[in-house]
């Protein structure tokens, strides 16, 4: 499962590029060897950022499904157990909401 933070890192990375890709857009009238240099540049770095974007999105889909595949193992191999912490769990919520 992917945790908030590393959600939030791979949002932001997606704006980014979108940003960057608005800026090469806007910036595409303007003229000059420094300017084209550095438009090539931007490029290529946001080429390589949407490269390593889309294969840390396929390797936290890949350990998502791992880890749910091992959890539902975990479950198929101890039903009784499982049973009994949900029961656990459930008895512990409703006790504290019974508090309030």
Same mark, same amino acid.
């Given at each position: 499962?992917?945790?908030?933070?590393?959600?939030?890192?791979?949002?932001?990375?997606?704006?980014?590029?979108?940003?960057?890709?608005? +800026?090469?857009?806007?910036?595409? *009238?303007?003229?000059? @060897?420094?300017?084209?240099?550095?438009?090539?540049?931007? @490029?290529? *770095? +946001?080429?390589?950022?949407?490269?390593? +974007?889309?294969?840390?999105?396929?390797?936290?889909?890949?350990?998502? /499904?791992?880890?749910? /595949?091992?959890?539902?193992?975990?479950?198929?191999?101890?039903?009784?157990?499982?049973?009994?912490?949900?029961?656990?769990?459930?008895?512990?919520?409703? +006790?504290?909401?019974?508090? /309030?």
């Amino acid at each position: 499962m992917e945790s908030a933070s590393t959600q939030k890192l791979k949002q932001d990375l997606q704006i980014v590029v979108a940003d960057a890709e608005e +800026l090469l857009k806007a910036t595409a *009238s303007q003229t000059g @060897e420094r300017v084209e240099k550095v438009r090539v540049r931007a @490029e290529e *770095s +946001l080429r390589a950022a949407r490269a390593r +974007l889309a294969e840390t999105t396929a390797a936290l889909d890949h350990s998502a /499904r791992a880890a749910a /595949r091992d959890v539902d193992d975990q479950v198929h191999r101890h039903p009784w157990a499982t049973a009994g912490i949900a029961a656990g769990v459930g008895l512990l919520v409703g +006790l504290l909401i019974g508090r /309030r």
